[in-house]
């Protein structure tokens, strides 16, 4: 094996562990859990690199048609502390199902941005935006990933790779 080989194969090798790294959480402070969340979780990306994340009190409730997840994030100290996303997804079956919107006129993500000198209210929903909620358990807790492009005209905020398991309220 040549010099020129050996480099190649170094580079590789670094470059591999640098992406594993990254997969598993490692970057900018994001945990993204290999496990099940633990009851009353929810956590997602935003586009900046930080994640909302709500160790716990992320509930839900049902109204008979649909469930309405609520999470704040408190993560004491961190940037994001007392922002909030909320999800609305119809009930269904079998598990697991998947609710878009549009085309579903019931299914919401909203995030609420609680930056103290300008706080705000993005949605996504039927009229603005897009969302998916797939819903992969309904007992004993509520369990499901999400993803959203929010607005708040003219702004919009992309939640990605969120997940939740969150407990009856």
Do not use: K, W
């Amino acid at each position: 094996m040549n010099n020129v080989s050996i480099m190649n194969s170094r580079h590789i090798l670094f470059a591999a562990i640098a992406f594993s790294a990254m997969a598993s959480g490692c970057n900018n402070g994001i945990t993204n859990p290999t496990t099940t969340l633990n009851p009353g979780t929810l956590y997602v990306y935003l586009p900046d690199g930080t994640e909302v994340l709500a160790q716990s009190g992320t509930q839900y409730t049902s109204d008979g048609m649909n469930y309405i997840i609520t999470a704040t994030d408190n993560v004491s100290g961190d940037v994001l502390e007392g922002d909030e996303v909320t999800i609305t997804v119809p009930i269904g079956s079998p598990l697991p199902y998947s609710v878009s919107a549009p085309p579903d006129a019931t299914t919401e993500v909203g995030f609420y941005d609680a930056d103290l000198q300008n706080p705000l209210q993005y949605r996504a929903n039927y009229a603005v935006g897009n969302c998916t909620v797939t819903i992969t358990q309904t007992a004993p807790t509520l369990q499901g990933t999400f993803q959203a492009i929010a607005v708040n005209t003219p702004d919009t905020v992309v939640l990605t790779n969120g997940s939740f398991n969150a407990v009856a309220q």
